[in-house]
């Protein structure tokens, strides 16, 4: 590990950490955008080596929830001090001024990361409140790499990659949404646009069920559930093929559902 001795020199206690050490010099203050696992997933499949070497390096995070980022930044690094870090909570609600108050530390040249509770900070997610406050600001902002649900089910579904639209949570009425099921469909149609949603798991069987009532028989709808993690499932079929087969349960699985 490095350290900071009391003269402000940089102490090294292994080899090793001199590549730690080179970074800690090389990384400009900034509002770091964290990915994590979509699920129980080794972190090393699906984050690259460069996140484990930037994380340790910040001390304030923005989070969806601090205990699961007190947890994902144990597996990345079993060494951090936990309780050396200040944690931030983005609550269930934005809140522009509580935002920019986070922010505070990095407007005096702190970094600070910004963690959400599954795949890529600032998509479909609070944490695009603080980003946009931080572009207004005019500070530094680094998105790191990580996985994606919304880019991995677009590139095994087989559906057109050059155009799609994600559109969040349909509406929880039936009328309401088989109305939004139609509109997505005709443009899937129309516009050759893809059309992707999502919904809290356990009411997956009630969306699947409303898809295969209201879309046309041979529109395309690929169920990508579980991405990255064991229980994977991805596959794409017309709606009259979907009504042949016996439908996976996912109601205990997060699933991006894609109309093509």
């Given at each position: 590990m490095?350290?900071?001795n009391?003269t402000?020199f940089?102490?090294?206690?292994h080899?090793n950490?001199?590549?730690?050490?080179?970074?800690?010099?090389?990384m400009?203050p900034?509002?770091y955008?964290?990915?994590v696992?979509l699920?129980e997933t080794?972190?090393?499949?699906?984050?690259?080596?460069?996140?484990?070497?930037v994380?340790?390096q910040?001390?304030?995070f923005i989070v969806e929830?601090?205990r699961?980022a007190?947890?994902f930044?144990k597996k990345?690094?079993r060494?951090?001090?936990?309780?050396?870090?200040?944690?931030?909570?983005?609550?269930?609600h934005?809140?522009?001024?509580l935002f920019?108050?986070?922010l505070?530390?990095?407007e005096?040249?702190?970094?600070i990361g910004?963690?959400?509770e599954a795949g890529?900070?600032?998509?479909a997610?609070?944490?695009a409140?603080?980003?946009?406050?931080?572009?207004?600001?005019?500070?530094?902002?680094?998105p790191?790499?990580?996985?994606s649900?919304i880019?991995?089910?677009v590139?095994?579904?087989?559906?057109?990659?050059q155009?799609?639209?994600f559109?969040?949570?349909?509406?929880i009425?039936?009328?309401?949404?088989?109305?939004r099921?139609?509109?997505?469909?005709q443009?899937?149609?129309s516009e050759?646009?893809t059309?992707?949603?999502?919904e809290?798991p356990?009411?997956n069987?009630?969306?699947?069920?409303?898809?295969?009532r209201?879309c046309?028989p041979?529109?395309r709808?690929c169920v990508?559930?579980?991405?990255?993690?064991p229980e994977?499932?991805?596959?794409?079929?017309?709606?009259?093929?979907?009504?042949?087969?016996?439908?996976p349960?996912?109601s205990?699985v997060?699933?991006?559902?894609v109309i093509g």
């Amino acid at each position: 590990m490095t350290s900071q001795n009391g003269t402000g020199f940089i102490q090294v206690s292994h080899p090793n950490d001199f590549l730690s050490l080179y970074l800690y010099a090389k990384m400009e203050p900034a509002l770091y955008l964290i990915p994590v696992t979509l699920g129980e997933t080794e972190l090393s499949r699906v984050l690259p080596a460069f996140n484990a070497e930037v994380i340790p390096q910040i001390r304030h995070f923005i989070v969806e929830d601090v205990r699961s980022a007190r947890r994902f930044l144990k597996k990345v690094n079993r060494d951090i001090r936990i309780d050396d870090l200040t944690f931030y909570p983005m609550g269930k609600h934005a809140s522009p001024e509580l935002f920019a108050s986070y922010l505070c530390p990095l407007e005096k040249g702190e970094s600070i990361g910004v963690i959400s509770e599954a795949g890529c900070p600032a998509i479909a997610d609070p944490g695009a409140d603080v980003v946009a406050i931080a572009q207004r600001k005019g500070l530094r902002v680094i998105p790191l790499v990580g996985p994606s649900s919304i880019l991995l089910a677009v590139m095994a579904s087989g559906f057109n990659g050059q155009s799609f639209a994600f559109n969040g949570y349909l509406p929880i009425e039936p009328a309401d949404r088989a109305k939004r099921l139609k509109q997505l469909e005709q443009r899937a149609y129309s516009e050759h646009q893809t059309q992707l949603f999502i919904e809290t798991p356990y009411r997956n069987a009630k969306l699947f069920a409303e898809i295969l009532r209201t879309c046309r028989p041979q529109t395309r709808l690929c169920v990508a559930a579980g991405l990255t993690c064991p229980e994977e499932f991805i596959k794409t079929r017309t709606i009259q093929d979907w009504k042949k087969h016996p439908l996976p349960d996912l109601s205990k699985v997060p699933a991006i559902w894609v109309i093509g």
